[in-house]
């Protein structure tokens, strides 16, 4: 079965410095990676994605992540972080199902806490 | 407007009791979820409905019972409450697709006491 493992559960860090959030898999197979993030008291909302193609992704908010498949990772990163970054990042791996749709299953999650 | 809505956003109740939370979204998704995040915010899938037929059920108790009346709602009836069911339970859809993005609703805390 296909996994993540997200290696810090805390990252402090202070605004405007850069952060990156680690995110290792386990897969056998063709692997397609999400990031996730939760803002406290509220739903998931997709950062970003890898399904193929360049191995650089970007997405909402500054974040980016690069996929490596020599070092099975998937970190996420931001030049410069602001307050307002402050919550919960989950990093996920895909699985298609038979009958449609997809199966997240996520890592542990990360507490980015982000300081004046 | 909301894309994917859950009620209630809060639910506290007594050991042994049945509740349902409902979940309705409006994104014209043919793909619906439900997950888990326990108290140590790890999140789990339980129950994944495709056009309302059940694709996926992740050895989720018998007293766990989606019901899918159409494709826009998915609610979750649970019955004989546990201590051990207190957690964040969210909705998501998706769009039928390969890896579609998944999105989510805000959350319904259970509290069971």
């Known amino acids: 079965a296909q996994s993540v493992t997200q290696l810090d559960s805390q990252v402090p860090v202070f605004e405007e410095a850069p952060v990156e959030l680690r995110c290792n898999y386990s897969?056998?197979?063709?692997?397609?990676l999400f990031w996730y993030v939760q803002y406290p008291n509220q739903g998931l909302q997709l950062l970003l994605k890898?399904?193929?193609?360049?191995?650089l992704v970007k997405g909402i908010n500054g974040f980016e992540a690069e996929f490596n498949k020599s070092q099975t990772s998937f970190h996420l990163r931001k030049p410069s972080v602001h307050i307002s970054d402050t919550a919960e990042y989950f990093c996920?791996?895909?699985?298609?199902?038979?009958?449609?749709?997809?199966?997240?299953?996520f890592g542990t999650g990360t507490q980015l806490k982000v300081e004046l | 407007d909301t894309a994917v809505s859950q009620t209630p956003k809060y639910l506290v109740t007594q050991m042994g009791n049945d509740k349902s939370i409902k979940c309705e979204q409006n994104?014209?998704?043919?793909?619906m979820y439900w997950y888990k995040q326990d108290s140590k915010k790890f999140l789990k899938i339980m129950f994944s409905?495709?056009?309302?037929?059940?694709?996926i059920n992740e050895t989720v108790p018998n007293r766990f019972s989606p019901k899918s009346p159409d494709k826009a709602h998915l609610n979750l009836h649970i019955n004989s409450l546990e201590l051990g069911d207190s957690a964040v339970y969210f909705c998501?859809?998706?769009?039928?697709?390969?890896?579609?993005?998944?999105?989510f609703g805000p959350g319904t805390r259970l509290l069971v006491l």
């Open positions: 409905y495709n056009n309302k037929e059940l694709i």
């Open positions: 998501a859809s998706s769009q039928v697709g390969g890896y579609e993005t998944q999105y």
């Open positions: 994104l014209g998704h043919d793909t």
């Open positions: 897969s056998s197979v063709s692997v397609y």
């Open positions: 996920a791996v895909s699985d298609r199902l038979t009958g449609g749709g997809n199966k997240l299953t």
């Open positions: 890898y399904l193929s193609g360049s191995t």
